[in-house]
Structure formats: C-alpha cells, structure tokens
C-alpha cells in the first residue's frame, strides 16, 4: 500500500478527526498508487493517521475512511457502517415513521464514508458516488445496502460533474431491483412523486424538512412566496399550516409541474400557484407591487469552493435585499443557504448588509440547519453547510 506523508503544520486538523488531506498538505507519495486505491496516511514523524482511497486529480486527494492498519473496507466494512447509520437515524425517530419515508441513510463524512451520499426515497435507495475510490466499489457497496436496507430499488443519481473531476464516468440509472420511473414517498404525512429525470441532489432536499416543518407552524393566515421552489416543498407545508395565499416560482419548469402535481395529489392546490420564472425578478417584482407575509429564499448553492466565497456574499446580500423588499412590514423573511463556505455568521451579515440597502430592518427570530439524518463530526466544519435564518422585517428606525 502507497503511503502519504503529510507536511509540517498541516497535522493536527487530522489527528482531531477532519477526514479531508488537502493536496497542498502532502509531501509526497512512497510507493505506486493509481486511483482509487486504498492510500496510508503518516504525519512528518512517520506516525499512522489513517487509511483512504486516493484521487489523485482532487483538491482533496485523500478523504480518510479508517483510523487503523487492519480494517479491511470491504462488503463487511460497508455493512456494519450502514448498519450503524440506520441505528443512529432510529434513535431520532427517522426511518421508522410511514409518515415520513424519504431521508437520508447515508451522509457521507458525517456517517464515516466520505465519498457516498445515500437517500431513502420511499422503497427506492438513490445513492450518489462522489470518488473514484467509491465508484470502483460501486458493486460492494450496492450489496451492502441490499443486505442492510432491502430496497425493491437501487439507482444511481452520481452527478457528471462528479465524475469529470474524479476521472470515471458516472453511470446514472438503474443499479439493482426493480427499474422506477419516479421517486415515491412522503415527508411528515405529505405525499411525493418525482420523475426521475428531475435531476436535483439524489431527486429531492431532504435536509430542509425540519425548516418545512416551521414554516407550517408560521403560514397560517399569511401570503407565502416560495423562491426557488423545486417542487413547492415550502408551499405545500405553508398550504397545510393555513396560507391564505402561496405563489411558487422555479426556473424548472419540470419542477413546478410536479410540484402542481404534488399539491393536487396532497388535496392542497386550491391556494398555491405554481410558475416557471427567474425569482429574483419575482422577488423584485414583489418589492414593487404589493409583498407577501412570509418570503422564503432559498437558492441553490452559490458558494461551491472557497474561493467562490466573497462572490457568492455579494450574492446573498442582494437576495436578502430582494427579499425584504417583497416582505411587508411585520413580515417574516426566510433566507436560506446550503453553502458550506458560507457560515452562519456570514449570511447574518449579508442579511444586515441587505436589509440596510431596502431602508428596512431584519430582528433575527430563529437559525435552523440539517437534521439528524445529515450529522457532523465535531472536527469537521465544512460539514455543517446548511443555515437558514428566519427574520422579521420592519421599517428601519431614524
């Protein structure tokens, strides 16, 4: 086995349980390894950190998979892992409740497999291979979900881009049972069904389901404007809290026919318009017309390096802006954002840097990120990538 020595000051990160060895931490590379391979990981000392699978086109060459020399990663290893994710979900009440079907088992670094994400939706396993190393071990870990999930279905939502960066090439579809058309299962008694062919994440965004819950609890009686609805996931909960009023707006318009299709299988389409439009022209249409009681924003990532930070900063301030203007005062302002470069304490401030430039104010009520079916570990920030804000907006004080 290759062996990776890492350079000094880039240790300790890795010794306290980050799993990611960045390519400008590596001092070189003892022995022959191709992609994918299993790699061993030592600091400047010589001292085993632990063991991954090497991409060596990466950022991040080697994502650490085991903290010892003997642990063999095989369809065993896989299991006992699975196993341990669907324990750990059922202690929180997730994947137990037929209420709620669709979640996710696996959450790659967070579940100690980085390099896989694995989604239930309903009795249909979508799994997503972010490395080679993992794509080359695509059969072991298809049977090791078999035995631990008995899916009627397994299918591959790997995305190309993934697999541009990573050298394979993804094999998007049917990989085990029995070949499905859509994607069927509910979340807190809702009901969904997705094409497959809409080609969002694993086929839906399990990680706001706790934030869709609050928006439920806060709709009733309001005038509710879902940005970025994908498939009105907000609106149908802001329709079943009592919305007097919700308009859903999403570039897709795949999305917002199966999000119609989704509020009329729910008995829930008397009140919700769905349209295919740009929100942020919706949004500043809003500003100029008459606004809405609660105003969700919650746009797809706008922060996918750190490098692309600063920009995607300029980004948020301006949607915040987009949104307090279509707020009415007293209303409430949901701004939301999936990038793990961008923390809460960054979004807050493009909240305030926004609100200032619509002369309005924003009282940050309550701060909302994944739940339990997405965990971190402790020493791994990045992790962490989901935050939302709910405000109130009101005019500014002179």
Not at 301 to 319: E, F, I
Request: proline share 6%; glycine share 10%; aromatic share 8%.
């Amino acid at each position: 086995m290759a062996t990776i020595r890492l350079k000094p000051g880039h240790v300790q990160p890795l010794w306290a349980g980050h799993p990611w060895v960045f390519a400008q931490a590596i001092d070189d590379l003892r022995g022959g390894a191709t992609a994918g391979d299993e790699v061993s990981v030592i600091d400047p000392r010589g001292n085993f950190i632990g063991r991954g699978l090497y991409s060596p086109g990466s950022a991040i060459p080697v994502r650490i998979l085991v903290r010892d020399v003997t642990t063999a990663i095989d369809v065993p290893f896989f299991v006992r892992k699975f196993t341990r994710a669907r324990e750990l979900r059922s202690e929180f009440g997730l994947g137990t409740d037929e209420g709620t079907t669709g979640l996710r088992w696996i959450h790659a670094e967070g579940d100690g497999l980085p390099g896989i994400i694995v989604d239930r939706l309903g009795d249909t396993i979508a799994v997503q291979f972010l490395t080679i190393g993992m794509k080359l071990r695509d059969r072991m870990i298809v049977q090791a979900l078999e035995e631990v999930f008995r899916p009627k279905t397994i299918y591959d939502r790997t995305p190309a881009s993934v697999g541009k960066n990573e050298g394979f090439e993804p094999t998007p579809g049917h990989l085990a049972g029995e070949p499905i058309e859509r994607f069927t299962f509910s979340e807190r008694g809702l009901k969904y069904s997705v094409p497959t062919e809409l080609g969002q994440k694993t086929g839906y965004y399990f990680d706001q389901r706790g934030l869709r819950g609050r928006v439920e609890e806060l709709a009733k009686g309001r005038r509710v404007l879902d940005s970025y609805s994908y498939v009105g996931s907000f609106a149908l909960a802001a329709a079943r809290g009592g919305a007097k009023e919700i308009v859903a707006v999403d570039e897709s318009a795949l999305a917002s026919e199966v999000g119609a299709e989704c509020a009329r299988l729910n008995g829930l389409d008397a009140n919700i318009t769905f349209a295919r439009a740009d929100a942020r022209k919706v949004l500043k249409e809003a500003g100029e017309k008459q606004g809405y009681d609660l105003t969700i924003v919650d746009p797809p990532r706008l922060a996918p390096t750190r490098g692309s930070r600063d920009q995607a900063l300029v980004a948020y301030s301006k949607l915040a802006e987009l949104g307090a203007r279509a707020t009415n005062p007293g209303g409430l302002l949901v701004l939301c954002s999936c990038s793990a470069a961008v923390d809460l304490f960054a979004l807050t401030r493009a909240l305030a840097n926004g609100t200032l430039r619509a002369n309005v104010q924003a009282q940050v009520l309550e701060r909302w990120t994944q739940g339990a079916d997405h965990p971190v570990p402790a020493a791994f920030p990045e992790g962490l990538y989901l935050k939302a804000l709910i405000a109130r907006i009101e005019p500014r004080i002179t």
